[in-house]
Every structure is written in structure tokens, then in C-alpha cells.
């Protein structure tokens, strides 16, 4: 039974949590509400298997303290949806809800949500994004906030890939105490995603590389 909502049967457990837990989709998904970057397995029945946050179906809100902006949202029919709460929108989406409603669904009103790829120290990432659009913000100016979130962003307009600060530091140390080459370091993080099949990793190479030679070159002035 999941230890979280104690109804419904556990089915996935977190690989870089402390201890032993346990949840079904939806209570995993909100229990790593500010944990994007943790790893988790789902049980297929036979064994567990590894999958991701995004797959179980994770939505990383940038703004708003990780809960999800006010104008990204409309539902007219809170029962039909699952959310009586009457506390607004949820804090994350529920598979049973959100997947596979098409992105013109009324539910979503302006919806600002997009797949990005973040490199961090534990791996490379993949992560349905959704950015604030209250009044006030410019859509040219997102970027900014994935700056907040401490995410460094591979370009200014419409960036698809972003890099934790922390990966920017540990690559850094590498590369002057250890002489790590920025493809090295590359092998490194798709080891980390994926050791059995690296070459599955679905991020370019001269992306990852290109933007590590720029914050090292950076961090050298």
C-alpha cells in the first residue's frame, strides 16, 4: 500500500531517497514536488524498472514556489477533473487526469508548457516545463526565471536545455583538480543517466560540450 495516500498500491519506489519508501504515480509524483532530479523505478508487474518523474507524469512549475501559476490554469468543472480542493490549482498533475488530454483541452488555459533538457550532476534530465504567466511577465524574459531556479540556460530565446549550477561547479573542480576533459565529463553524466546503454541518452553531444568549454573559459577570467 502506498505509504503516502494509503489507498491505492505501490508501484514505484525512489532510488535516491534516504531509506526505503514506497508510493503509487500520482503520491510519488507529489512528494518530489522540489526533488526533480531523484531517481525512481516503477514495477512492472515482474521487477522494478527504471523510469522517470516526467513518465510518471511530473510537472516541474517554474515560479510560484513550485506550485503551478494561477494563469496557466481554467477549470471550469472542478469534479469532472478530480480537484475539489477549493484551494486552486494542484500542486502537481494527476496521470489519471492530465495525460493524454490534448494541449487545446479548456483545462489549460495559456498553457506555457514545454519539454526542456537539464543537465545536472546525477544526470541528464528530461522535464515538462511550465513558466509563470501572470500579468506583468514577458515571455521574452522566461529565461530569467530559470536563472532563479538556479538553472543556467543554453541560449536566451526559447532555450531547450538548461544546466544546474551545480553541475557547472562539479565540472569546474573536475577540470582543475582532476584535468577532466569536457568530453570525459559528458561520458560521465550519460554513465550516470543511463551506465547499461549510454549511448541511449537523448541529448547532443556539441550542446552539452560547447556550453562546458564556455563556463570553463568563463570561470578561467
Known amino acids: 500500500i502506498c505509504e503516502q495516500c494509503s489507498e491505492a498500491e505501490r508501484s514505484v519506489q525512489c532510488m535516491s531517497c534516504a531509506g526505503v519508501h514506497a508510493w503509487c504515480g ?100 528530461s522535464h515538462e516545463v511550465w513558466v509563470c504567466k501572470c500579468p506583468g511577465s514577458d515571455p521574452n524574459d522566461w529565461h530569467l526565471d530559470l536563472l532563479h531556479q538556479r538553472l543556467f540556460p543554453a541560449s536566451i530565446s526559447k532555450p531547450k536545455t538548461a544546466f544546474t549550477f551545480d553541475v557547472l561547479d562539479h565540472f569546474l573542480i573536475d577540470a582543475l583538480e582532476c584535468k577532466t576533459s569536457a568530453m570525459s565529463f559528458y561520458q560521465k553524466l550519460k554513465r550516470f543517466t543511463n551506465n547499461a546503454f549510454p549511448e541511449r541518452v537523448p541529448v547532443e553531444c556539441s550542446v552539452i560540450i560547447n556550453w562546458i568549454m564556455f563556463m570553463l573559459s568563463f570561470s578561467a577570467c
Open 26 to 125: 500520482p503520491c510519488a509524483v507529489k512528494v518530489h514536488r522540489n526533488l526533480p532530479f531523484h531517481k525512481v523505478q516503477r514495477w512492472n508487474g515482474a521487477h522494478y524498472q527504471p523510469t522517470s518523474l516526467m513518465d510518471l507524469g511530473f510537472l516541474w512549475h517554474i515560479g510560484h514556489g513550485g506550485d503551478p501559476c494561477p494563469c496557466n490554469w481554467s477549470d471550469p468543472d472542478p469534479e469532472e477533473s478530480g480537484y475539489v480542493t477549493g484551494d486552486g490549482p494542484p500542486n502537481h498533475r494527476s496521470v489519471s487526469f492530465l495525460l493524454g488530454r490534448p494541449y487545446d483541452d479548456p483545462v489549460i488555459r495559456k498553457s506555457s508548457q514545454f519539454q526542456m533538457t537539464i543537465v545536472h550532476t546525477e544526470g541528464i534530465f
